[in-house]
């Protein structure tokens, strides 16, 4: 079965622009999030969905926005880029959105520089 | 606001040894508490989740403990190898998001 998959793996863009990242969970599971991920630090939450809703949102500027497709697939947009947002962008799925014995499985992350 | 602090920062150890990994947490109202390994430029791999009405979990030569009233888990890998060299994450959650410590990054050495 596969894995947690995003793309792209890795783009370079200009201050200023606009880009989308994307991801797909595993097969069946429902719940997705997206995590920021700076070199040297540990992974910061953006947000979560479930079933096509925003269940969380970490403390990132409006710059940052998501959505969760019927299919439970998702997109992370950020506008307006800036130098610091050049970071690993992790997605991440679990069954449901609750935690007991749910176990969190990340993708390999878009790597997005800002130049 | 929930600070996970993990130390040290960087261990370098001769294959065979066992060690410790330190995490610390600020707010000991934890839902869960979850060790990770990530790979230089790769993603994360979830290694052990201890709820918080756990005191720990063992997988193969991994064993993680978690005393929620001092704040503090630690990982325990025994006879390490050089295939262990990683950095090693760990994470509490709380409502909707989880909350990282920066990582200590493992170096087995043959």
């Known amino acids: 079965d596969a894995g947690v998959t995003q793309s792209p793996t890795h783009l370079i863009k200009t201050r200023g622009q606009h880009v989308t990242l994307r991801c797909s969970p595993i097969s069946g599971h429902k719940s997705v999030s997206w995590y920021q991920q700076v070199l040297g630090q540990g992974p910061q939450f953006i947000f979560q969905y479930y079933e096509k809703e925003e269940r969380g949102r970490g403390n990132f500027p409006d710059r940052f926005s998501a959505r969760q497709f019927p299919n439970y697939s998702s997109e992370l947009n950020v506008n307006a880029l800036l130098l610091g947002d050049s970071a690993l962008y992790l997605c991440a799925s679990r069954l449901t959105g609750g935690d007991l014995g749910n176990t969190i499985y990340f993708g390999e992350g878009s790597w997005l520089t800002v130049v | 606001k929930q600070e996970v602090t993990q130390i040290p920062a960087a261990l370098s150890v001769p294959e065979g040894e066992n060690l410790v990994l330190n995490c610390s947490f600020t707010?000991?109202?934890?839902?869960?508490l979850q060790w990770f390994r990530q790979d230089p430029g790769k993603g994360l791999t979830s290694l052990l989740l201890i709820q918080s009405s756990q005191r720990e979990q063992t997988s193969g030569r991994l064993n993680a403990s978690l005393d929620k009233s001092s704040g503090r888990s630690t990982l325990y890998i025994a006879a390490s190898q050089p295939g262990d060299s990683a950095t090693y994450l760990c994470a509490v959650k709380r409502d909707n998001d989880m909350r990282f410590g920066a990582g200590t990054r493992l170096t087995v050495k043959p």
């Open positions: 707010d000991s109202a934890i839902y869960n």
